[in-house]
């Protein structure tokens, strides 16, 4: 059976933990929190959440176990049958890493967690995802999903991923990326009624006060 490792908390966790839900995948959920430590490491070479356990050994970095699961499981595909499909969604799902997740993430610390960020930083970021933001609405079908009619791996991404960048955007930056974007607001409703999002939202409530507290002792 696939081991998960990871906290229900991590977005990129829960990309993972909804592809293999919505495949209808057998898994187990281990905890494991990044770190450098020996055990992290052993695992996970950068230390990075999450971490998929095969039988064949250790995989981790998101879009790889992503790509994996499709490659190597049965269910519900999450991919197009051909190439080109694939390759658009892969691209996606790399713009909305790259120019709206990573962007987004230099200011989670202050949006979600009570530490002011640089303001040179904010800058940053604002410029950067009114660039990301203007790029997904060049390129995402938005059919009702990114890539089309199919949910595919560019949806866990964005639904992952806009939330936040939109939550940065009103808590720190002044700014509704979503004001002019009603694609994408459907598009978050939509991703939010899927059934197995609802074990996903409990989940992540259930586990926060633990991270919150991991945090705090940190500081």
Known sequence: MLKLHGFSVSNYYNM???????KGLPFEEVPFYAGQTP???????????????????FISETGV????????QPGKALLPADAFGQAK?????????????LPARTCYAEAFFGQAVEPLVK?????????????????????????????????????FSVDLAYAVGKKVLNLDLLEDFPQAKALLELMGA?????????DKDAAMPAFLEMISSKR
């Open 123 to 159: 800058e940053k970021a604002r410029a950067e995802l009114l660039a990301g933001f203007a790029t997904l609405k060049r390129n995402g079908r938005f059919a009702p999903y990114v890539a089309g009619d199919q949910l595919t791996l560019a949806d866990l991404m964005f639904v």
């Open 194 to 202: 899927n059934p197995h999002m609802a074990k996903i939202r409990a």
């Open 89 to 101: 969604v892969r691209e996606l799902l790399k713009e909305i890493e790259l120019y709206i997740e």
């Open 39 to 57: 055990q992290a490491l052993a695992i996970s070479p950068r230390g990075k959440v999450p971490v998929l356990q095969t039988e064949h050994g």
């Open 65 to 72: 176990i992503l790509d994996y699961i499709e490659q190597t």
């Open 16 to 22: 993972v933990k909804l592809a293999l839900l919505e």
